[in-house]
């Protein structure tokens, strides 16, 4: 049986020899891999992409965990490099990164994949799946490739930012996206063991933070926080809701006053559901907090980050939306769902859901770390909020699955209590009124388009 090809080309703007160098960076790998195939990586023999580079990671294949291994076999500096499958799902995988240089300032970039699947002959009726699938993975990459180079890559400062809450939902896309971007990122970590290059060990609850021994920094973002929006809210539970956002940021606050050379912009984690109930009302980052549980955690949460702001230090509270992505959170839960048909509406479907892509979400925050005029409260949402109703029928549609079902109000209270009123029904109409204002160009301003990317079904 011959070898099946898959192509992909894109033009992107920019010298080819910053485009060949931006895939050696540190997190390349990562900010190209779609959110719905994740890769974890297990191991790496040698640096970038050179010749004889090995890498290992951990992957699933249709639900099924599997180890991936490959080795880089060729390297021309600003033509190709290519690498190639030792141990992992494919009976042959060989994929070549080619770089055609289109004048000073444009590149052709093509991925060539030259591959066969296993079982011979057997293989034969899945093989326009698999080119299906590869079209979906590299439309992905090529649409992140293009949008980071030619709107941000060799556009911004170079700065040492340390991260907490970086094996979050959110953090685990930020600290590839920040090191791509070109900053240099030092992720706060819990377990003692962490020896690697960029960890930094720390334990909030027992006041432990060396912020000496991470060398001086610029920035510092804080993610931290246990999900919200599991089960119900017993009350030790929400004890563990509130100081699992507080205590960390206290300590962070602490220990950045205390340095000999402060960073310039801390970067703190909020919600929108300060503003707890707001109806059809658009909601600002003047209006006031609401008077939910969520509510009075929020303002506890960015309560506790104004220490930075009187020490000196340009503070931002982030009220972060439903950030859309099939790695975490809301769409997470709602995907298979959704994919066999059981799409639900929640309640009579009027409550406003203020959603942003992940995309946005940290194109906002960089946004934010180079904008030195933005301070205070932030809203990190999408321009366009819409309805439950809105989202179920989209959603559905994206997936071209039916979404009939619906799950009234009472339900959903008696399943998940105050929870589930307050994360499932309550009506967030929030504004990025600070974000746009400061000049912040969405890349998703509608729903539609923002699930299509994120869920590769453009």
Known sequence: MKDKIFTQKTQINVPVADLFAWHAREGAINRLTPPWAPLSLISRKGEGIDQGVQVKFRMKVMGVPMIWEAEHVEYKENELFRDRQIKGPFALWEHSHLFHAGGRHSTVMEDRVRFKLPMGALSLPFYGHAKKELARIFGYRHRVLKADMEKRVGKIRKQRILVSGASGTIGKALVPFLRTCGHEVIRLVRDPQNEAPDALYWDPYKNILDMDAAGPIDAVISLNGVDISRGKWTEKQKKLIIDSRVIPTRVLVEKMRTMEQPPSVFISSSAIGLYGEGGDTQLTEETPMGDSFISQVCDQWETASLGAARG???????????????????????????????????????????????????????????????????????????????????????????????????????????????????????????????????????????????????
């Open 312 to 458: 000196g230090i340009r503070t931002v509270q982030l009220r972060i939306g439903v950030v859309l992505t099939p790695a975490g959170g809301a769409l997470e839960r709602m995907f298979l769902p959704f994919f066999l048909g059981l799409g639900t509406r929640l309640s009579h479907g009027r409550q406003y859901m203020s959603w942003i892509s992940m995309d946005d979400a940290l194109g906002g925050i960089l946004h934010i770390l180079e904008k030195k005029e933005v301070h205070g409260p932030v809203n990190l949402t999408a321009p366009v909020p819409v309805t439950n109703r809105e989202f179920t029928k989209i959603l559905g549609r994206v997936l071209a699955r039916p979404a009939f079902f619906v799950m009234p109000g009472p339900v959903a209270g008696l399943l998940w209590g105050d929870m589930g009123r307050e994360t499932l029904l309550a009506s967030a109409r929030v504004l990025p009124n600070k974000l746009t204002d400061s000049g912040y160009e969405f890349t998703h301003s509608g729903l539609e388009p923002a699930l299509r990317h994120v869920l590769g079904r453009e």
